[in-house]
């Protein structure tokens, strides 16, 4: 199994900016890619960013000039950096990994519980 836990998200006013972290562990043979991913309530989640293991990167249009995805130092790790941040950034921000346990298994999705990130004057 793999777990994965975010950490980073809160409150902060318009314009501003807040880092979010997203560790994966567990039964880890590799992973292809993380990204994060967005929910507010009544809408579907929605893709914000994802990197590959090679570093390719994708961004929403939304996002595009304002956040910012990377490997972090530790194993494992991504981090999102938001900038500028605007109200409508405000959902539940999921970490998502996409993994394999062993050499023979399949690439699967892994979640994590979500981190809120409120953008409010």
């Known amino acids: 199994q793999v777990q994965v836990v975010e950490s980073g998200g809160g409150s902060v006013q318009p314009g501003g900016s807040l880092r979010l972290s997203c560790a994966a562990s567990?039964?880890?043979?590799?992973?292809?890619?993380m990204g994060w991913y967005r929910q507010v309530p009544g809408k579907e989640r929605e893709l914000v960013a994802t990197?590959?293991?090679?570093?390719?990167?994708n961004y929403a249009d939304s996002v595009k000039g304002r956040f910012t995805i990377s490997w972090a130092n530790a194993q494992n790790t991504v981090d999102l950096l938001m900038n500028s941040l605007k109200p409508d950034d405000t959902a539940v921000y999921y970490c998502?990994?996409?993994?394999?346990?062993?050499?023979?298994?399949?690439?699967?999705?892994?979640w994590g519980k979500g981190t809120l990130v409120t953008v409010s004057s």
């Open positions: 567990g039964t880890i043979f590799s992973i292809s890619a």
């Open positions: 998502n990994v996409k993994s394999r346990t062993g050499i023979r298994s399949p690439n699967r999705d892994y």
């Open positions: 990197i590959t293991f090679s570093g390719n990167t």
